[in-house]
């Protein structure tokens, strides 16, 4: 790993004042995140696109909302399959399995190609599995290798990477499409991310397993836990309502790009500038960021989304959806980055000492999916197309919904629950 860390030096991601030895990140989470730049430069080319490549093979709304429904309706049941193989074999096995599963994913579009959007159900719920395998694997992952005093900091290095993959991928997807024959573009950068997916799973077999004799899966117990700790309940529901944004996020703003300037390789290159912001936030993040002010950190972030919200309400052109978006991409990291820090120093407090981490990571999942076929499901009900008013309305509905995590938020904890 010395040759990846040299590199990483080189790429002076991190320069600035000299980090205390417990800040510094080890080999492992170093590794991890090299693996999760290779999927998202994967995932930055071909997820982008999926969706309005479903939109230019139907120009239909409904399609691009229940593809997305049906992946979040069958993720949560993919977490608790992948909880269980992690507990009874090892995290790596649910990560891998989740890279292998995507791969396979992107291959079979390559060939099925327009069919796509004859079978998009079946996509979407294979789909669902493999992003719920992935994303197990990588969550707990994340539990791992960081530390309590440098988890706020890798999360931030982790947005870093995932956006800076995410820079690229875009760009050079945008550029094929725009210069090849029909759709065949979008099959191309498919392709391309098959590719790059099996590197990932390559690369992972770096991260060693952990020997435990702790393979007991406490998922049915989940209720009991939350109706003792409170202060954790109260952070489950708070990823609820940060899905009710997500859902919508993840899929609209590039439709709603692509009809405001009309070519893909647009969508692409304001991609690119969107993650250049993202990446900006991070930096910030990961040098200024406190683990003690997380209200206040989210009461900003919703601020300024919600502030760009309201600008999609006086007209959705352009302008106002560019800039939403800048607002978006430099709030929206700082929500993402500081619950996601809570709930794993939550984790810490629950019984067994960090031994529920992954039932843990399946609940915070559950949760936040919920809160995502919430969201599309009410878009769907009452804007039938892209020309409806009711696009704007909910997104900033959604949006301001976000304030309520604010008041879900417990900073202190009450010394009979804490472990620390």
Request: with cysteine.
């Amino acid at each position: 790993m010395r040759m990846g860390s040299g590199l990483w030096s080189r790429l002076g991601m991190l320069k600035g004042a000299p980090l205390p030895p417990e800040s510094k990140l080890g080999k492992d989470a170093i590794t991890a995140l090299w693996i999760h730049c290779c999927f998202q430069f994967g995932a930055s080319m071909s997820g982008l696109f999926l969706n309005l490549y479903l939109w230019r093979l139907t120009q239909n709304l409904v399609v691009n909302g229940v593809y997305n429904i049906t992946v979040f309706l069958v993720t949560p049941f993919a977490f608790a399959l992948g909880g269980w193989i992690a507990k009874k074999r090892d995290r790596m096995v649910t990560y891998r399995l989740g890279i292998v599963m995507i791969a396979i994913f992107y291959f079979m579009v390559v060939i099925a190609q327009e069919q796509v959007a004859h079978y998009y159900i079946w996509f979407a719920i294979f789909n669902g599995f493999a992003a719920g395998f992935y994303w197990t694997g990588y969550l707990v992952i994340q539990y791992d290798v960081s530390t309590e005093a440098n988890r706020i900091r890798f999360l931030a290095v982790n947005m870093i990477v995932f956006n800076t993959a995410g820079l690229a991928g875009p760009a050079l997807a945008g550029f094929i499409i725009q210069r090849s024959e029909g759709l065949q573009g979008y099959i191309i950068i498919f392709t391309l991310a098959f590719i790059m997916f099996l590197i990932a799973a390559l690369v992972s077999f770096r991260i060693p397993k952990i020997q435990s004799h702790h393979k007991a899966y406490y998922l049915r117990f989940m209720g009991l836990v939350m109706h003792k700790n409170k202060r954790w309940l109260k952070a489950l529901y708070s990823f609820f309502i940060l899905g009710l944004f997500q859902g919508i996020m993840l899929f609209l703003p590039n439709i709603m790009l692509f009809r405001t300037v009309g070519r893909e390789d647009w969508v692409g290159y304001l991609g690119v500038f969107f993650s250049a912001l993202t990446v900006a936030t991070g930096y910030v993040i990961s040098r200024k960021a406190q683990k003690e002010h997380v209200r206040k950190y989210v009461l900003l972030s919703t601020t300024g989304v919600a502030l760009g919200a309201s600008l999609l309400l006086i007209q959705v052109e352009f302008w106002s959806v560019a800039m939403f978006m800048i607002l978006f991409s430099i709030c929206n990291p700082l929500a993402v980055n500081t619950l996601t820090s809570y709930y794993y120093r939550l984790i810490g407090t629950l019984p067994l000492k960090g031994q529920l981490r992954v039932e843990s990571v399946v609940m915070r999942e559950l949760f936040l999916n919920v809160g995502r076929v919430v969201s599309i499901t009410l878009l769907l009900v009452l804007a039938h197309d892209m020309a409806s008013i009711w696009l704007p309305i909910v997104l900033f509905g959604m949006a301001v919904m976000q304030y309520v995590c604010v008041f879900l938020i417990q900073e202190k904890q009450n010394a009979e629950n804490s472990v620390e």
